[in-house]
């Protein structure tokens, strides 16, 4: 027999959810278990260089929602976490810290540098840490990895002698990307184009031995004509036929320069002729490849003019340099004009200095060939995007792919494993570190000083924190786990990331590294603004966790999370989700404290709100399910919601309290086994979604109700099994019939609100049932008369001409006029196959209530008016956001179906009117 089980009273997170976080860690319940198929997803690797903002609460939110689901349907279920050295960040998190005491990382030298980048690494790693456990990241902790430890260093450097082996990488001067505050070149991907102002500057070119002759150019970086060495004309543009092979003088350094004919050159476009500076615009360095025109750097990699420049221009940053060019322009009678112009200006994506192009030595990998390899691996159906437009963007860049520049002139990362002889002058890649040259034996010899592309680690991650790295330990992890099944990342990593470890993974495993690859959106503001310290528009999702609790953040983000929709959300947005796992502490805090007195019943019989419970479960099991599997996690949260909410809460739960508090010992036993049993099952159905709270009420179930199955002998809910859909189950009769049910209940339900009835006034009422069904419906009203009393707040209930439970609580009989019987102070309500009668004279004052509801009809006519003007008008059509048309009209076919009724009500109780 059971006692009580005492919840505490408000439902407050902080009091339990560290501890269960702490329990499952400590049962080893984040480890791979079961004998399924495994799933296995790696996280994509945070960087240790701050704390996690809203975009990972989201990222590692649905990741663990797939996870909790994959491993309570028995598969062999790993997520494997880590942290991303994350090379420009880091080092300037460091060097920033040291600029504070007056100190630049040339003081420290390298080795001492590498050394306070490691504290750093280290501090803000076990922030990083404590966040994901804080909100419930099951994570298998015993497997974590970090790009630079020794198993993903050796793996990088197998990676990168492999591909020199395999002629897929190499060395050479390139225009590059290159951010002058950094101090290190950028592959295209890190280069962020943002709209800004500027100007469009109008220069002559002097035509060499002829006077009062000249091209005019228009250019936005004047300065960068110091560079330049030639002038561009399209073959076919008749301005410019006898210019071609003639010499320009380019101003202000006296040089000659050639007119060269090239159809990259856009006649319509300015004024049809291009200053072509090599060492400055990738556009030009291809142009100057074709017609074997010299390059001229004019930077220092501190973005200061050289001395490839004038004297007077040597020394000054691009910015000085513009405007002493542009000032000895004019004064030398070369200057025509500027316009002012907004234009896409390309900034690093770390730091958001403005990039310049760099003509300097770097290391390269040939991305074509690997990127032929991944369009392959989609089109033979290997990869699948979530949502599959995903798959049309995927393609466009890998089939316009550029090589890819992979060093960096950083201190910390992977350091480039190639030595250059100083005797001999070769340059040697190897597996292993050199101490002599390999070709001449001299000792004088030296690492490239370069690291390599934070991403060229991140792009192994699947297989190597698995154990690629070393071929004789390919086994375990990596035969276990390997391929992985899915990948869960944001769109703005798609090039980044997304189809590098494609490339990766086919090239070095034959496979590639995942089937399935979910792309969401990001998390912005209710304006639409992404999240940003500037813009102070950001949330912590430690305070949010704080102050709603980790399952709310969870539940709400997931919610709000539709396939291909970025997120707009603000603080507020997060009672969702506090409402809701508040709902469910209450819900079962309330069966919990009625159980005094009580025991399980033996293969109890199941009443017709029980089976229809089932069925309904069973119906959210089934497409919470598919909604998991094809990752639409706002469809499966919704579902969730509305099921326990709606179905169990509002109507069986409720419904039980005819057994709880009226049935016999026997009958409320019964029904005490049952209600245990759907709780409890539905705490499985809910539990990727909010896994705390769910826990922790289905510890305080008693034992008989839980699965204590062998591999979970704790009892514990992470481990017991998701509920599976059955056609068994299914009951689309019972559902029909109580739907029924509940229709006539709602409607009931309203008229109360709308009459402004107390809920202790219990009401009479008629239901006559019609159409081919008409006697089942009414035998099932007679079987469920003290329900329906119940639940829509009847004293009396008539039914087909033969009353049923017409005991008022007095115990007296009440006089209740029969069917058909024209009956005052009733109003008539209508559903699908049944009419119903309320009589609610006895419990309002008619004549007040029908001036209420005339106010009512005309403030809601004119409200229907106003909607009926906005929809009609073609502008508002035209112009409005699509889903704003849709809600307008939505609200017009509400707002009619409520003037409707009203109008109903009053001709029912002006027809009662005339009866008396």
């Not at 400055?280 to 074709?290: C, F, G, I, S, V």
């Not at 316009?400 to 060093?407: A, F, L, Q, V």
């Not at 100083?422 to 101490?435: A, N, W």
Request: aromatic content about 10%.
């Amino acid at each position: 027999m059971f006692k009580a089980i005492e919840l505490e009273k408000a439902y407050n997170p902080r009091l339990f959810e560290d501890a269960i976080y702490q329990r499952w860690k400590d049962s080893g319940a984040f480890a791979p278990h079961g004998t399924g198929e495994s799933f296995t997803i790696v996280i994509p690797p945070p960087n240790v260089t701050g704390v996690l903002h809203l975009g990972h609460g989201l990222n590692n939110s649905l990741q663990d929602i797939i996870i909790r689901f994959r491993r309570m349907r028995g598969e062999k279920t790993l997520w494997v976490p880590g942290t991303d050295h994350a090379g420009i960040a880091t080092q300037n998190v460091v060097e920033k810290r040291l600029r504070a005491q007056g100190l630049s990382r040339q003081d420290l030298g390298r080795e001492k540098f590498i050394e306070e980048t490691w504290k750093v690494k280290t501090e803000h790693h076990k922030i990083i840490s404590r966040q994901l456990a804080r909100i419930g990241a099951s994570v298998d902790w015993s497997r974590e990895r970090f790009t630079l430890d020794e198993g993903l260093s050796k793996a990088v450097r197998e990676v990168f002698v492999t591909l020199y082996e395999r002629d897929l990488l190499y060395k050479g001067n390139y225009l590059v990307n290159w951010c002058c505050s950094c101090g290190t070149a950028l592959s295209d991907d890190e280069v962020e184009h943002d709209e800004s102002p500027g100007k469009m500057y109008h220069i002559r070119y002097p035509v060499a031995g002829e006077k009062d002759r000249f091209i005019e150019i228009a250019t936005t970086r004047p300065e960068t004509m110091l560079g330049d060495t030639a002038v561009a004309v399209h073959p076919g543009d008749p301005r410019y036929t006898d210019f071609v092979g003639k010499k320009l003088i380019l101003p202000l350094t006296g040089r000659e320069i050639p007119v060269v004919a090239d159809t990259y050159v856009d006649k319509k476009f300015g004024t049809g002729a291009v200053k072509i500076t090599p060492a400055h615009d990738p556009n030009d360095w291809e142009l100057a490849k074709r017609h074997d025109l010299p390059a001229i750097n004019i930077l220092n990699p501190d973005g200061r003019l050289n001395g490839e420049v004038p004297e007077a221009y040597r020394g000054l940053t691009v910015q000085k340099a513009r405007d002493a060019v542009v000032e000895d322009l004019k004064n030398g009678g070369f200057f025509i004009k500027d316009e002012d112009i907004t234009h896409a200006v390309g900034h690093c994506y770390r730091c958001r200095t403005v990039i310049e192009p760099f003509l300097s030595e770097q290391w390269f990998v040939r991305m074509k060939p690997l990127a032929e390899k991944a369009l392959e691996s989609w089109r033979r159906g290997e990869l699948v995007f979530y949502p599959r437009r995903w798959e049309h963007t995927y393609e466009h860049w890998l089939s316009g792919i550029r090589d890819w520049c992979i060093s960096r002139q950083l201190w910390w990362g992977h350091r480039i494993p190639a030595w250059t002889c100083g005797d001999c002058r070769k340059t040697f890649v190897s597996r292993v570190d050199l101490s002599a040259c390999p070709h001449c034996g001299s000792a004088n010899i030296t690492q490239d000083p370069d690291v390599l592309d934070t991403w060229f680690s991140s792009w192994l991650w699947p297989f190597t924190t698995l154990g690629w790295e070393d071929p004789s330990c390919r086994t375990g992890d990596y035969t276990a786990f390997y391929p992985t099944s899915a990948l869960i990342t944001a769109y703005d990593i798609i090039f980044f990331w997304v189809a590098r470890m494609i490339m990766a993974g086919l090239e070095f495993t034959g496979k590639a590294p995942f089937r399935d690859i979910y792309i969401h959106g990001l998390i912005r503001d209710k304006k639409g603004r992404k999240m940003s310290k500037s813009l102070g528009n950001g949330l912590d999702p430690l305070e949010l966790v704080d102050e709603f609790g980790a399952d709310a953040l969870k539940f709400t983000l997931a919610f709000m999370c539709a396939q291909g929709q970025d997120i707009l959300i603000d603080k507020e947005s997060f009672k969702l989700g506090s409402k809701f796992a508040n709902k469910i502490w209450n819900a079962s805090r309330y069966i919990l404290m009625n159980l005094e007195g009580c025991s399980l019943a033996a293969n109890p019989e199941l009443a017709p709100v029980d089976r229809w419970i089932y069925s309904r479960l069973n119906g959210a099991a089934g497409y919470i399910t598919e909604a998991f599997l094809s990752y639409r996690f706002n469809d499966a949260a919704q579902k969730a919601y509305e099921y326990f909410w709606n179905d169990f809460c509002d109507w069986y739960v409720e419904a039980t309290k005819l057994s709880m508090k009226g049935g016999d010992d026997t009958e409320r036993d019964r029904a005490v086994t049952v209600l245990l049993a759907v709780l409890a099952e539905s705490l499985r159905l809910l539990h990727p979604l909010l896994p705390f709270v769910t826990e922790e009420i289905y510890g305080k179930l008693p034992g008989a109700c839980k699965q204590n199955e062998e591999g979970n002998p704790e009892g514990l809910l992470i481990n017991a099994e998701y509920p599976r859909y059955s056609d068994g189950r299914r009951d689309i009769h019972g559902e029909e019939r109580f739907s029924f049910l509940q229709d006539l209940v709602r409607q009931i339900r309203t008229l109360r609100a709308e009459c402004t009835i107390a809920p202790d006034k219990r009401l009479r009422c008629e239901v006559r049932t019609g159409g081919e069904t008409s006697r089942e419906k009414a035998a099932f009203l007679r079987e469920n008369a003290g329900l329906v009393k119940l639940l829509a707040g009847l004293g009396d209930l008539l039914v087909a001409g033969a009353q049923a439970g017409v005991v008022d609580r007095a115990g007296g009989t009440s006089e209740t006029a029969g069917p058909g019987k024209a009956s005052a102070g009733a109003i008539v309500l209508a559903g699908q196959d049944y009419e119903a009668r309320v009589y609610i004279a006895e419990a309002v004052n008619m004549t007040a209530l029908a001036e209420k509801f005339r106010h009512n009809l005309e403030r809601d006519k004119k409200y229907v008016s106003s909607l009926e003007a906005k929809i009609s008008n073609p502008d508002f059509i035209k112009n409005a956001p699509p889903e704003l048309v849709d809600g307008e009209r939505r609200k017009l076919a509400e707002a009619k179906e409520r003037t409707g009724t009203i109008e109903a009500y009053l001709r029912d109780m002006a027809g009662a009117k005339e009866r008396e």
